[in-house]
């Protein structure tokens, strides 16, 4: 696989990726289609490449001496308290150790240094309140907020490597709050707002959080929404290891209180001393820990340490963006609650002494061109987003954003699922080509890169550079300098261009994740077992003719809502906790804005007194419950039977050709055959 790229027309190929890998089944079906004729490439503009801040000769320097490339970049974009000896120790696969002996302070990279240089006065974040309201930190008041939630967080009795749970909306204090816990080497784990009190109690009781960060609430959609209630919820029952419970006030509604245990945001941080001293922790130390949806019913708690994940989060962030730190205006959209707003809001974007903008509300909010609005009032330069928001823009129509100056910006990223060509070219002729409100279009549109990467990648490890790479729509193209990706067939030996299979990373990158937290064995398992000495990443892809990579989807019982991970396991385990459900079996099926969309199929129980509409909206709000409303089905389809192997598996795949409307595949192993005739029949009714 190249970086260059030169021009050629891709041809489909056969696939060996399992049925679910395939296209047709992600929810991403042109994009499998387009591989048969997608040609169109776009270039870098000569401005644009003459101006880059990486050139190919990264590429270069990574294939000659993979860990020195590393060795520089981690002493180049951090600053250690103590140098590191060795750049990596791969003595002990899967368990990698990066720049051993080294010792590195997140939050002192983040914040202290820049004021130390110069820099206090640069805007670190501009933020925008749902309902309007704005605050502007610069790098010398986040420095001084994040202190004092260090001191405060140490006042309340947390030490270096105990666990702080964060149950927080997108504001300024999450950023704070997990920069205020890396700076004293506590493990944050953050949970998503959108999860529910159960799913967050589980998560606090598998890290063993002493203390939990909250908020009274946020606004959703104009409306205040609260948070405090589910934390109030989770920790009800007793049995659980926290001990304090901060509050932010965010929307100032009532909240019950527990004295003792309950601490407000003013009077503890607000109260603390601007005054702390950072020190270097181990390279290894453990950052954070972040739930995410696994095949199984239980969500795993990915482990990421200090100066690995620091360094490649970092790299790729200027890299892949083309970071000017002096002159660029960032945003990603995404919420602290997921990996993205870890590793591309809180620390590689304050790391690189970047301006960013973030956002606590939904798109729209007050209206349908808030974001366009935002990005005009900032003049955003990068703006870093999910397909499932851009083919939501695509619905309400190109009119809305060509109301706004758009101008501005000059990079568009994408995250978190495949992005189908057609959203590819929307986005860059309706987003990256606006020069203005009056419909003028820019000569040389905004480069889009497609960046792939997960939770467990701790950042990007495929995407084109944008000074570099002739992008392609749809395809994420190349690995990043210094990441070794390959497409790999059942026995793990590498396909030719033109040729499917499964996604591998051959060997350690600084940011790959340490473990799971609690549970080595599930590690190894999971993820280095299918092929014994590549890391499986679970999704699908192919290798067009021209060495690009496309991605396709996964290949296991994850499921991707929206660029959010949920696993068919974990959604089908709620369900039969409701005393009405015998059986479950949850499928992805396609679906044009989110991607996919979670489709239930139920057998209720024989004792069920109703099993109409009335049921059915029970248990998407049950789900809502166990879960979240993240979680809830769009569609539940309530069933006679499901369709079995001999040996008692479900076939999912023959679900799924039901929930996406085909016609249903091979159905030769079912134990009962007549199976899918009684579905189909039942539909019907
Ligand atoms: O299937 C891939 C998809 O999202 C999964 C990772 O999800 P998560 O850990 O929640 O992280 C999302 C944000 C990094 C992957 O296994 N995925 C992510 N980015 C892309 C993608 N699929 C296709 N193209 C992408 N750019």
Redesign the pocket.
Known sequence: MSHETPSSTATAAHTDVPANGSAAGNGNGDAFENLSHENRKFAPSAEFAANAVVTAADYAEADADRPAFWARQARELLTWSKDFTETLDWSNPPFAKWFVGGEVNAAYNALDRHVENGLGDRVAIYFEGEPGDTRTYTYAQLTDEVKKAANAFESLGVVKGDRVAVYLPMIPEAVITLLACARIGAIHSVVFGGFSADALRSRVDDAEAKLVVTADGTYRRGKPSALKTAVDEALSQAGHTVQNVVVVKRNGQDVDWHEGRDHWWADTVDAASPDHAAVGHDSEHPLFILY?SGTTGKPKGILHTTGGYLTQTAYTHKAVFDLHPETDVYWCTADVG???GHSYVAYAPLINGATQVMYEGTPDSPHQGRWWEIVEKYKVSILYTAPTAIRTFMKWGKEIPAKFDLSSIRVLG??????NPEAWMWYRDVIGANAGKNGEKKENPAPIV???????TGAQMIAPLPGVTATKPGS?QVPLPGIAVDVVDELGESVPNGHGGFLVIREPWPAMLRGIWGDPERFKETYWSRFETMYF???GAKKDDDGDVW?L??VDDVM?IS???LSTAEIESALVSHPAVAEAAVVGAADETTGQAVVAFVILREDATDSGDEIVQELRNHVGKEIGPIAKPKTILVVPELPKTRSGKIMRRLLKDVAEGREVGDATTLADNTVMSQIAQSLRK
Do not use: F, K, Y
Request: proline share 4%.
């Open positions: 995410t997921w990996v993205t994408s995250v978190g699922e495949p992005i497609d960046t792939w990467w997960q939770t467990e994420a990443a679970g999704d991605l989807g996964r991707n660029g959010h991970r």
